[in-house]
């Protein structure tokens, strides 16, 4: 019989309802026949529509599959029901030029006649399996650890950054629960927390301002940062997305930093009253003992008052420059609006400049959002110091100052005696000085710059002007306030 006249009316209209199915669509009778296929379908697999009347839709499988298919297929008409087909299974149709591409395909039983037939509707997912490909590479390789985790806690993937951070192989997590990462005293309140989170899942960070740690394979603690990401896997299951870093190097720098800053701390707090009463008591009482001298002492006597007296204040100097060394650590919080043409007039305002020097601008940025106290005290020190540190009588010094990235670029370039080499770096460091004989010299101006520019997110350096005389300081000064220094 004609397979286009087996069946009725009510069959026919099956067919153009099946033409609407946006997705593509195929009817098949109880031995594969296909009765009805639509466009979308046959565009899909390749095919014109008329390539696909008349034959069995064995014709669209893979060779691998179409041993087995009848015997699937008449399990399905034994107790036809509504259903996906090949659930937890990959499954493959063949186009007309034999690629193989991955689809997900529905099965509904439909009574023609007295006649089961099957609608199936096929959905190509090669983009969706490639852009899942593509995430997971992404995930894979990606610079923190990643772990994905059920509901229940069970992990079902874990990248290899992860893995390196605990100690384990990919096979030894999969499967396993989230809790064998954390210390054994935290492992029954967690699964509480995990309860808590899967009852409102939410995109945030984990346990925000405590200290979270992880279990490393070796039984070694370590401390880490963590987010959460809840989402839906391919399968319809809810899933915990957690990216996972490793704050070991981290912590270790801010505990050293933060003993530095304490150690500075104390020592600030040692100059300002342990050193400094005494000195001025010994002050008080060398003018206590010029005062009980008789008239008629010898000049040696007052010659060796003198000398105390001259120590005593090198002593007091000393530590007055220690502490603007320590304070220059502190971040200042004022924070203004700073024109850029007056920060440097009014720099210049309170240096002596000899007149015989020429002084020359170049600035070309207006206005930045900055603290002016420490920006003005570098500039003063560096500029002071091209003055001071000047072999000539006359000389020039240019000051620049230009946008570089996110950073204002100061140039204070002199044409004086330069600085050798070997003193480029020393001279930041403290009580350094570019040669021993200058003595006149505290040698903690350009240490103090070096610091109020870190703290407050900038650098500074120095270099020779080669082959022309004279040196250039270089100072960058953050444009914008950051987080991270103005926290």
């Known amino acids: 019989m004609d397979i286009k006249t087996r069946f009725s009316l009510e069959e026919q209209q099956l067919g153009l309802l099946v033409n609407i199915i946006p997705s593509g669509a195929i009817v098949v009778d109880s031995l594969g026949n296909i009765l009805h296929c639509n466009h979308e379908l046959a565009n899909t697999l390749g095919y014109q529509l008329e390539e696909l009347a008349d034959s069995n839709i064995e014709k669209l499988l893979p060779e691998e599959y179409r041993s087995r298919h009848q015997s699937l297929m008449q399990h399905f008409l034994t107790s036809p029901a509504k259903r996906q087909m090949g659930a937890g299974r990959e499954l493959f149709a063949l186009k007309k030029d034999g690629e193989k591409i991955p689809i997900e395909i529905g099965l509904n039983p439909i009574e023609v006649d007295g006649h089961t037939l099957v609608l199936a509707t096929l959905v190509d997912i090669s983009a969706r399996l490639q852009a899942n490909q593509m995430f997971k590479n992404s995930v894979s390789h990606a610079p923190y650890g990643v772990l994905v985790v059920s509901q229940e806690g069970t992990i079902s993937f874990a990248n290899t950054s992860l893995c390196s951070c605990f100690g384990y192989s990919i096979d030894e997590l999969v499967g396993q629960s989230i809790e064998m990462l954390l210390p054994l005293r935290y492992r029954n309140g967690h699964q509480h927390l995990r309860q808590s989170y899967t009852e409102q899942p939410s995109v945030r960070m984990m346990g925000v301002g405590r200290d979270l740690t992880a279990l490393h394979a070796d039984g070694r603690e370590f401390p880490i940062e963590i987010g959460l990401k809840p989402f839906v896997d391919e399968n319809n299951n809810k899933m915990i997305l957690v990216s996972l870093v490793d704050i070991t190097t981290r912590k270790r720098m801010e505990n050293k930093l933060k003993e530095t800053n304490t150690n500075l701390e104390e020592f600030t707090y040692v100059a300002s009253h342990d050193l400094r009463s005494p000195l001025r008591g010994i002050s008080d009482l060398l003018e206590w003992i010029k005062e009980d001298l008789p008239a008629e002492r010898s000049p040696d006597i007052d010659k060796n008052i003198d000398r105390i007296s001259i120590r005593v204040d090198k002593m007091e100097t000393m530590i007055n420059n220690l502490l603007s060394y320590a304070r220059a650590g502190n971040i200042q919080s004022d924070i203004r609006s700073i024109n850029i043409k007056e920060l440097i007039d009014n720099t210049l305002a309170l240096l002596e ?31 002071s110091n091209a003055i001071k540190h000047h072999d000539q009588e006359a000389g020039t010094i240019n000051i620049a100052c230009h946008r570089e990235n996110s950073m204002l670029h100061f140039a204070v370039s002199d044409d004086g005696p330069g600085i050798p080499e070997a003193a480029t770096e020393r001279i930041f460091r403290l009580f350094q000085t570019v040669t021993s004989s200058e003595r006149g010299n505290s040698g903690i101006g350009l240490s103090v710059c070096r610091r109020l520019a870190e703290t407050h997110g900038g650098r500074i350096c120095v270099e020779n002007n080669s082959p022309e005389k004279g040196a250039t300081f270089h100072i960058w000064w953050p444009r914008f306030i950051r987080k991270d220094t103005h926290d």
Not at 361 to 380: A, F, N, W
């Open 353 to 383: 400049i000899p007149k015989s020097f020429k002084l020359t601008l170049d600035i070309s940025e207006g206005q930045i959002r900055s603290t002016l106290t420490p920006l003005e005290t570098i500039l003063r020190n560096v500029i």
